[in-house]
Protein backbone atom coordinates (compact mmCIF):
# COMPACT_ATOMS: atom_id res chain seq x y z
CA UNK A 1 0.00 0.00 0.00
CA UNK A 2 1.52 3.54 -0.81
CA UNK A 3 1.29 6.78 0.93
CA UNK A 4 -1.89 8.03 -0.71
CA UNK A 5 -3.66 4.92 0.06
CA UNK A 6 -2.79 5.12 3.36
CA UNK A 7 -4.33 8.80 3.30
CA UNK A 8 -7.62 8.18 2.08
CA UNK A 9 -7.71 4.73 4.34
CA UNK A 10 -10.73 6.01 6.07
CA UNK A 11 -13.44 6.57 3.52
CA UNK A 12 -15.54 8.76 5.51
CA UNK A 13 -13.04 10.77 7.26
CA UNK A 14 -13.35 9.66 10.34
CA UNK A 15 -11.90 11.25 13.34
CA UNK A 16 -8.92 9.71 15.01
CA UNK A 17 -8.52 9.00 18.49
CA UNK A 18 -8.53 11.65 21.15
CA UNK A 19 -5.30 13.41 22.06
CA UNK A 20 -5.70 12.73 25.56
CA UNK A 21 -6.61 9.58 27.41
CA UNK A 22 -9.63 9.61 28.78
CA UNK A 23 -9.78 8.41 32.68
CA UNK A 24 -13.59 9.09 32.81
CA UNK A 25 -15.77 6.56 34.74
CA UNK A 26 -17.64 6.27 31.20
CA UNK A 27 -14.61 4.77 29.37
CA UNK A 28 -13.17 2.64 32.09
CA UNK A 29 -16.45 0.90 31.73
CA UNK A 30 -16.15 -0.10 28.63
CA UNK A 31 -13.11 -2.45 30.01
CA UNK A 32 -15.62 -3.47 33.12
CA UNK A 33 -18.12 -3.97 31.19
CA UNK A 34 -16.37 -6.30 28.75
CA UNK A 35 -14.21 -8.42 31.40
CA UNK A 36 -17.73 -8.96 34.23
CA UNK A 37 -19.86 -9.82 31.17
CA UNK A 38 -17.27 -12.34 29.98
CA UNK A 39 -18.03 -10.71 26.32
CA UNK A 40 -14.39 -11.50 25.18
CA UNK A 41 -12.84 -13.44 27.57
CA UNK A 42 -12.72 -16.79 25.13
CA UNK A 43 -9.99 -16.92 22.86
CA UNK A 44 -13.41 -17.69 20.71
CA UNK A 45 -14.49 -14.53 21.22
CA UNK A 46 -11.63 -12.28 20.85
CA UNK A 47 -10.44 -14.32 17.90
CA UNK A 48 -13.39 -13.09 16.16
CA UNK A 49 -13.34 -9.80 17.45
CA UNK A 50 -9.87 -9.01 16.66
CA UNK A 51 -10.30 -10.78 13.32
CA UNK A 52 -13.12 -8.23 12.48
CA UNK A 53 -11.63 -5.44 13.36
CA UNK A 54 -8.63 -6.04 10.71
CA UNK A 55 -10.58 -6.43 7.82
CA UNK A 56 -13.35 -3.60 8.88
CA UNK A 57 -10.49 -1.12 7.94
CA UNK A 58 -12.91 1.96 6.97
CA UNK A 59 -13.25 3.53 10.68
CA UNK A 60 -10.65 3.47 13.42
CA UNK A 61 -9.99 0.23 15.45
CA UNK A 62 -11.83 1.35 18.44
CA UNK A 63 -14.82 2.67 16.56
CA UNK A 64 -14.85 -0.86 14.35
CA UNK A 65 -14.87 -2.25 17.86
CA UNK A 66 -17.99 -0.80 18.82
CA UNK A 67 -19.64 -1.40 15.41
CA UNK A 68 -18.56 -5.57 15.70
CA UNK A 69 -20.23 -5.54 19.53
CA UNK A 70 -23.00 -4.02 18.32
CA UNK A 71 -23.84 -5.27 15.05
CA UNK A 72 -21.15 -8.42 14.50
CA UNK A 73 -22.08 -8.96 10.99
CA UNK A 74 -21.50 -5.21 9.47
CA UNK A 75 -20.50 -4.71 6.22
CA UNK A 76 -20.12 -0.98 5.51
CA UNK A 77 -21.29 1.46 8.05
CA UNK A 78 -22.28 4.95 7.77
CA UNK A 79 -24.36 8.33 8.54
CA UNK A 80 -28.13 8.61 7.58
CA UNK A 81 -26.76 12.21 5.97
CA UNK A 82 -23.60 10.31 4.20
CA UNK A 83 -26.15 7.51 3.09
CA UNK A 84 -28.56 9.77 1.47
CA UNK A 85 -25.79 12.45 -0.05
CA UNK A 86 -23.07 10.43 -1.37
CA UNK A 87 -25.79 6.81 -2.18
CA UNK A 88 -28.86 8.19 -2.79
CA UNK A 89 -30.41 5.56 -0.12
CA UNK A 90 -32.32 6.21 3.24
CA UNK A 91 -32.20 4.55 5.98
CA UNK A 92 -35.15 1.54 6.52
CA UNK A 93 -37.98 1.35 8.92
CA UNK A 94 -36.80 -0.07 12.19
CA UNK A 95 -33.02 0.10 11.46
CA UNK A 96 -30.98 -0.79 13.99
CA UNK A 97 -28.84 2.66 14.53
CA UNK A 98 -25.18 1.59 15.93
CA UNK A 99 -23.37 4.09 17.97
CA UNK A 100 -19.99 5.51 17.97
CA UNK A 101 -17.37 8.08 18.88
CA UNK A 102 -17.36 10.91 17.49
CA UNK A 103 -14.90 14.35 17.35
CA UNK A 104 -16.46 17.32 19.19
CA UNK A 105 -18.86 15.13 20.58
CA UNK A 106 -19.81 11.91 22.56
CA UNK A 107 -21.23 10.14 19.82
CA UNK A 108 -22.54 9.82 16.21
CA UNK A 109 -25.50 6.98 14.98
CA UNK A 110 -24.23 4.87 11.68
CA UNK A 111 -26.11 1.91 10.13
CA UNK A 112 -24.88 -0.67 8.36
CA UNK A 113 -25.73 -1.00 4.20
CA UNK A 114 -28.41 -3.64 5.03
CA UNK A 115 -30.11 -1.49 6.95
CA UNK A 116 -30.46 0.98 3.92
CA UNK A 117 -32.88 1.13 0.52
CA UNK A 118 -32.69 2.96 -2.60
CA UNK A 119 -34.03 6.59 -2.48
CA UNK A 120 -35.44 7.92 -5.39
CA UNK A 121 -32.23 9.08 -7.06
CA UNK A 122 -29.96 5.87 -5.97
CA UNK A 123 -26.38 5.91 -7.16
CA UNK A 124 -24.26 2.69 -7.68
CA UNK A 125 -22.72 1.44 -4.24
CA UNK A 126 -18.46 1.57 -4.45
CA UNK A 127 -16.69 -1.76 -4.29
CA UNK A 128 -15.57 -0.96 -1.08
CA UNK A 129 -19.19 -1.32 -0.33
CA UNK A 130 -19.59 -4.25 -2.18
CA UNK A 131 -16.72 -6.34 -1.47
CA UNK A 132 -15.78 -4.42 2.22
CA UNK A 133 -13.06 -7.23 2.86
CA UNK A 134 -11.28 -7.69 -0.35
CA UNK A 135 -8.13 -9.12 -0.01
CA UNK A 136 -5.59 -6.77 -0.90
CA UNK A 137 -1.29 -6.74 -1.24
CA UNK A 138 0.25 -5.02 1.80
CA UNK A 139 3.30 -3.39 1.87
CA UNK A 140 4.78 -0.41 3.54
CA UNK A 141 5.75 2.63 1.84
CA UNK A 142 8.54 3.91 2.98
CA UNK A 143 6.80 7.68 3.61
CA UNK A 144 4.26 6.24 5.99
CA UNK A 145 8.00 4.55 8.13
CA UNK A 146 9.17 8.02 8.52
CA UNK A 147 6.32 9.24 9.07
CA UNK A 148 5.82 6.80 12.07
CA UNK A 149 9.27 7.59 12.97
CA UNK A 150 9.48 11.22 12.75
CA UNK A 151 6.01 11.36 15.05
CA UNK A 152 7.43 9.35 17.47
CA UNK A 153 10.17 11.98 18.48
CA UNK A 154 6.98 14.00 19.70
CA UNK A 155 6.74 11.26 22.82
CA UNK A 156 10.32 11.10 23.16
CA UNK A 157 10.99 8.15 21.60
CA UNK A 158 14.34 7.81 19.84
CA UNK A 159 14.41 5.20 16.83
CA UNK A 160 17.81 3.72 16.18
CA UNK A 161 19.35 0.88 13.47
CA UNK A 162 21.40 -1.56 15.56
CA UNK A 163 23.58 -4.45 15.01
CA UNK A 164 21.67 -7.38 16.61
CA UNK A 165 21.60 -11.18 16.37
CA UNK A 166 19.42 -12.80 13.72
CA UNK A 167 16.90 -13.87 16.28
CA UNK A 168 16.06 -10.54 17.42
CA UNK A 169 14.15 -7.74 16.18
CA UNK A 170 14.17 -4.69 18.74
CA UNK A 171 13.30 -3.34 22.04
CA UNK A 172 12.02 -0.16 23.74
CA UNK A 173 13.77 1.00 26.46
CA UNK A 174 14.03 4.07 29.08
CA UNK A 175 16.66 6.58 28.30
CA UNK A 176 19.57 7.49 30.45
CA UNK A 177 17.93 10.33 33.31
CA UNK A 178 21.77 10.88 33.87
CA UNK A 179 22.86 11.79 30.32
CA UNK A 180 19.44 14.07 28.97
CA UNK A 181 19.26 14.05 25.19
CA UNK A 182 17.10 16.18 22.47
CA UNK A 183 15.55 15.55 19.61
CA UNK A 184 14.80 18.40 17.11
CA UNK A 185 10.89 18.60 15.48
CA UNK A 186 10.06 21.17 12.90
CA UNK A 187 6.46 22.45 13.92
CA UNK A 188 5.21 25.45 11.84
CA UNK A 189 8.04 27.87 11.15
CA UNK A 190 10.07 27.33 14.22
CA UNK A 191 12.05 24.45 15.71
CA UNK A 192 11.59 22.82 19.08
CA UNK A 193 13.46 20.76 20.99
CA UNK A 194 12.05 17.06 22.66
CA UNK A 195 13.84 15.49 25.69
CA UNK A 196 14.74 11.76 25.05
CA UNK A 197 12.59 9.67 27.00
CA UNK A 198 12.46 6.21 25.32
CA UNK A 199 15.37 4.50 22.96
CA UNK A 200 13.88 2.24 20.12
CA UNK A 201 16.50 -0.17 18.72
CA UNK A 202 15.80 -2.22 15.63
CA UNK A 203 17.76 -4.69 14.09
CA UNK A 204 19.90 -3.49 10.61
CA UNK A 205 19.23 -6.05 9.29
CA UNK A 206 15.66 -5.59 8.82
CA UNK A 207 13.43 -5.01 5.65
CA UNK A 208 11.31 -2.14 5.86
CA UNK A 209 7.92 -4.29 6.46
CA UNK A 210 9.65 -5.99 9.27
CA UNK A 211 11.19 -2.91 11.05
CA UNK A 212 7.39 -1.43 10.53
CA UNK A 213 6.26 -4.75 12.83
CA UNK A 214 8.85 -4.15 14.74
CA UNK A 215 8.40 -0.06 15.91
CA UNK A 216 4.40 -0.84 15.97
CA UNK A 217 4.99 -3.97 18.36
CA UNK A 218 7.78 -1.75 20.86
CA UNK A 219 5.33 1.31 20.61
CA UNK A 220 2.31 -1.20 21.62
CA UNK A 221 4.40 -1.80 24.79
CA UNK A 222 5.12 1.91 24.96
CA UNK A 223 0.94 3.22 24.63
CA UNK A 224 -0.47 0.68 26.56
CA UNK A 225 1.69 2.03 29.73
CA UNK A 226 3.69 -1.26 29.96
CA UNK A 227 6.82 1.64 30.62
CA UNK A 228 4.89 4.13 32.90
CA UNK A 229 4.09 7.04 31.59
CA UNK A 230 5.65 10.80 32.05
CA UNK A 231 2.25 12.26 31.70
CA UNK A 232 -0.97 10.56 32.14
CA UNK A 233 -2.91 12.19 29.79
CA UNK A 234 -0.71 10.83 26.78
CA UNK A 235 -1.27 7.48 27.99
CA UNK A 236 -1.96 5.36 31.42
CA UNK A 237 0.90 3.68 33.58
CA UNK A 238 0.47 0.17 33.64
CA UNK A 239 3.73 -0.51 34.07
CA UNK A 240 2.85 -3.80 36.98
CA UNK A 241 1.18 -5.63 34.50
CA UNK A 242 2.16 -8.91 34.35
CA UNK A 243 4.88 -10.20 31.33
CA UNK A 244 2.04 -12.19 29.61
CA UNK A 245 -0.45 -9.91 29.72
CA UNK A 246 1.46 -7.06 28.30
CA UNK A 247 2.69 -9.02 25.48
CA UNK A 248 -0.65 -9.98 24.76
CA UNK A 249 -1.67 -6.90 24.57
CA UNK A 250 1.52 -5.58 22.16
CA UNK A 251 1.02 -8.04 20.11
CA UNK A 252 -2.56 -7.50 19.43
CA UNK A 253 -2.01 -3.84 18.35
CA UNK A 254 0.66 -5.02 16.09
CA UNK A 255 -1.59 -7.33 14.51
CA UNK A 256 -4.24 -5.35 14.41
CA UNK A 257 -2.01 -1.88 12.41
CA UNK A 258 0.19 -4.83 10.59
CA UNK A 259 -3.27 -6.36 9.45
CA UNK A 260 -5.17 -3.38 8.61
CA UNK A 261 -2.07 -2.85 5.70
CA UNK A 262 -2.10 -6.70 5.12
CA UNK A 263 1.32 -7.34 6.24
CA UNK A 264 1.57 -10.27 7.58
CA UNK A 265 4.07 -10.66 10.67
CA UNK A 266 5.06 -12.94 13.72
CA UNK A 267 2.12 -11.47 16.24
CA UNK A 268 -0.18 -13.52 13.45
CA UNK A 269 1.32 -16.80 14.38
CA UNK A 270 1.83 -15.87 18.34
CA UNK A 271 -1.92 -15.01 18.49
CA UNK A 272 -3.25 -17.87 16.46
CA UNK A 273 -1.03 -20.08 18.76
CA UNK A 274 -2.26 -18.40 22.04
CA UNK A 275 -5.99 -18.49 20.95
CA UNK A 276 -6.08 -22.16 19.82
CA UNK A 277 -4.24 -23.64 22.79
CA UNK A 278 -5.90 -21.69 25.46
CA UNK A 279 -9.66 -21.31 26.28
CA UNK A 280 -9.44 -17.54 27.78
CA UNK A 281 -7.71 -14.26 27.25
CA UNK A 282 -5.44 -12.81 29.72
CA UNK A 283 -6.90 -9.76 31.60
CA UNK A 284 -5.87 -6.81 28.91
CA UNK A 285 -7.79 -3.89 28.75
CA UNK A 286 -9.31 -4.04 25.02
CA UNK A 287 -9.31 0.12 25.81
CA UNK A 288 -5.74 0.19 25.54
CA UNK A 289 -5.32 -2.27 22.55
CA UNK A 290 -7.76 -0.08 20.57
CA UNK A 291 -6.47 3.50 21.38
CA UNK A 292 -2.76 2.52 20.98
CA UNK A 293 -3.65 0.55 17.40
CA UNK A 294 -5.67 3.61 16.71
CA UNK A 295 -2.90 6.74 17.39
CA UNK A 296 -0.27 4.39 16.15
CA UNK A 297 -2.52 4.36 12.48
CA UNK A 298 -2.39 7.97 13.25
CA UNK A 299 1.13 8.64 13.62
CA UNK A 300 1.18 6.57 10.21
CA UNK A 301 -0.64 8.64 8.24
CA UNK A 302 0.13 12.68 9.31
CA UNK A 303 1.86 14.56 11.25
CA UNK A 304 1.50 15.53 14.62
CA UNK A 305 2.30 18.33 16.52
CA UNK A 306 4.40 17.79 19.28
CA UNK A 307 3.13 18.15 22.55
CA UNK A 308 2.57 21.41 24.18
CA UNK A 309 3.54 20.30 27.81
CA UNK A 310 6.81 18.17 26.22
CA UNK A 311 8.31 20.94 24.75
CA UNK A 312 11.98 22.32 25.82
CA UNK A 313 12.55 25.67 23.83
Keep these: MNGTEIQQMDLFDEPIPPETWDKTATQRAL ?70 LQPKGPVM ?31 VDSRLLDQLIENAKRDGVLILKHKEGSQRGGSIQPAN ?50 LGTPNANWWPNRQDLPINVGEFEAESVSYLVCGRLDLHT ?9 LKQNEEVPNISLECV ?22 NE
Excluded at 73 to 88: I, L, N
Excluded at 110 to 137: A, H, W
Design 177 to 226: DKAPRYMQIKTGDRVVNVPVRYTILINEMLDRESAFAVIVHELAHLYCGH
Design 31 to 100: DELFYLAGKFRSSKAYGELINFIVRFRFYSPYNAMLVHIQMPGARFVSSPKRWDKKYGRRIKENAHPLVI
Design 290 to 311: MKSAGLIEQMGREHLRPRKDNI
Design 109 to 139: YVFDVVDTEPGPNPKPLPSEVENPFKVRRGS
Design 266 to 274: RSDEYLSGY
